[in-house]
Nanobody, 117 residues
Framework: QVQLVESGGGLVQPGGSLRLSCVFS????????MRWHRQAPGKQRELVAG???????TYGNSVRGRFTTSRDNANNTVYLQMSNLKPEDTAVYYC???????????WGQGTQVTVSS
């Protein structure tokens, strides 16, 4: 079964930056679309960003222009670079892998991002 391990969360001041990483293992990375989701307390989980195996990206409206996702296919890792962070970006961020052919979906354990002064 696919394993996803996120890291890089933490506390940052408004306007600051963080980079999240998600290491993928136990299957062929290139078969998967990789996505980042987040969930704030009392809110539904929302899609933040996605990237195909070929590098095509998509972003949620609330983060477009501030967040960038990328993937390193040689090292089975996907990244989320977050800039100009706002308090409303505070949430648990989850890495998600979706197998292109079957649609099987796997989730990481989540990493907390807190934006506060």
């Amino acid at each position: 079964q696919v394993q996803l391990v996120e890291s890089g969360g933490g506390l940052v001041q408004p306007g600051g930056s963080l980079r999240l990483s998600c290491v993928f293992s136990r299957d062929i990375f290139s078969r998967y679309v990789m996505r980042w989701h987040r969930q704030a307390p009392g809110k539904q989980r929302e899609l933040v960003a996605g990237i195909s195996s070929g590098g095509s990206t998509t972003y949620g409206n609330s983060v477009r222009g501030r967040f960038t996702t990328s993937r390193d296919n040689a090292n089975n890792t996907v990244y989320l670079q977050m800039s100009n962070l706002k308090p409303e970006d505070t949430a648990v961020y989850y890495c998600n892998a979706v197998e292109v052919t079957s649609g099987y979906s796997y989730w990481g354990q989540g990493t907390q991002v807190t934006v506060s002064s």
